[in-house]
């Protein structure tokens, strides 16, 4: 009877085993086009541990939809790659779980990306974490500046300097043109690439509580002149007018002299287009001093969910040297700051400069981001397309800082 009372306690306490806890499957969406970096450390997490992550590709123009629809119906996912803009909103909806105590008692946590951070925080409470890094870089060329005549080792530091060589990259003729931006309702692009220029210069287009349009300010009106003159002067593929994202990465064609992109694309550029030479610098400030965009994804997590510590284990491993190195081999930027330099180590150099990027970076914080600028037919998509491509400059400023304003009001 004592060995079979034994016996039995012995299974029990292999049942209790935390080694033989059955294994948790955490559910996760990511915006389609998460990239390789991501799917990569999922893939290395999955291979190495007990719980896996299932991930779930949403078209990135239904995610934020798709993902209100679904906790609505309380079909959610454990855990969401969100762009950070979104993580405020959802956060004032009491739709994410409240990460606060646990983020905060990181070691690492004071190294993570301030922005994200910043973006993830709603009423001094943390629900949203980052997960990929991104900032904007500005690229140039070598190739066509060396046969343009111009130095291919010199950034251009001033949009003054940037116009004279896109004239002389437009010379050399045929389809070879001197800058490219996505302008023809890409809200999300031009936010990324075209506000650093006034970011800058010390102005935002938004007040810093985010209750006011800041939109018409001497530096802005300076910035749209910099691009209506380069279109003027047919430095820029007649495309950009109409295009709406989908040429984002027209520079990898080779026939573009210079563009504003994402850090990602140094990763992209490396890896899938080894033939460019080209180079790249912080993206100039109307004034000449530098700014970027601070973007990518915040992980946060479904409220109520039941695989919160699966969840938390995962993201861990993420922030760990691990998972950071696979991260940026893809060309994802570390998100922690403290280990950057090790991670970047042996990596393309040019990365660095995505990395720099961060400590000059800005990202508009309000509730109301897709209405006010990631909307195709929103006032920023809506003034950028009329004041870089249209006669009435006046109009779009007006329009614009008039619906934007009012959008924030209705929000209130």
């Known amino acids: 009877m004592m060995k079979q009372l034994l016996a039995a306690t012995s299974l029990l306490a292999l ?28 893939a290395a997490y999955n291979a190495g541990h007990e719980d896996k992550v299932e991930l779930t590709e949403v078209p990135f123009s239904e995610l934020v ?11 959610a996912p454990d855990a969401l790659s969100m762009d950070l803009i979104y993580t405020p909103a959802f956060a004032a909806a009491g739709q994410l779980e409240d990460l606060t105590d646990w983020a905060k008692s990181l070691p690492y946590f004071n190294s993570l990306s301030p922005s ?29 500046y060396r046969k343009a005549g111009l130095d291919p080792e010199k950034a251009p530091a001033t949009w003054e300097e940037i116009t004279a060589n896109a004239e002389k990259i437009r010379a050399l003729g045929d389809d070879t043109y001197g800058f490219y931006f996505s302008g023809g309702g890409c809200g999300g692009c031009m936010i990324f690439t ?16 985010g ?9 802005m009106r300076k910035a749209v002149d910099i691009y209506r003159t380069m ?19 027209s520079f990898t064609n080779g ?6 992109l994402g850090a990602f694309a140094i990763g992209t550029l490396v890896t899938e287009h080894p033939t460019i030479d080209f180079g790249v610098t912080l993206i100039p400030g109307v004034n000449g001093s530098p700014s970027s965009f601070a973007g990518g994804d915040n992980v946060v997590v ?16 993420i922030y760990s040297e691990e998972g950071q190195k696979i991260m940026a081999k893809y060309g994802s930027l570390p998100t922690r700051g403290d280990i950057a330099e090790q991670v970047l180590k042996g990596l393309d150099p040019r990365m660095e400069v995505g990395m720099k990027a961060i400590a000059v970076a800005k990202t508009p914080y309000t509730l109301q981001f897709n209405d006010l600028i990631n909307s195709a037919n929103g006032p920023w998509a809506t003034f950028l397309n009329a004041a870089i491509f249209s006669d009435d400059v006046d109009g779009a400023f007006s329009s614009a800082q008039s619906e934007m304003q009012s959008i924030i009001d209705s929000g209130q």
């Open 15 to 42: 049942s209790l085993s935390p080694g033989l806890a059955s294994a948790e499957t955490i559910n996760m969406w990511v915006r389609t086009g998460v990239g390789d970096a991501f799917k990569n450390v999922v």
């Open 65 to 75: 939809q798709k993902y209100a629809t679904s906790i609505a119906g309380g079909q």
């Open 116 to 144: 994200h951070v910043r973006l993830g925080t709603y009423g001094d409470k943390i629900y949203g974490l980052p997960l990929s890094v991104e900032t904007s870089v500005f690229a140039w060329n070598k190739d066509l």
């Open 194 to 209: 075209f506000t650093p220029l006034v970011w800058g210069a010390g102005v935002d287009i938004l007040s810093a509580d």
């Open 211 to 219: 209750k006011t349009a800041t939109l018409d300010t001497p530096e």
């Open 231 to 249: 279109v003027k002067r047919d430095l820029v593929p007649a495309g950009a007018a109409s295009d709406n994202g989908t040429n984002f990465l």
């Open 255 to 260: 026939k573009i002299g210079q563009q504003s």
């Open 302 to 317: 479904t409220k109520g969910t039941t695989k919160l510590e699966p969840v938390k284990a995962f993201i861990q491993y």
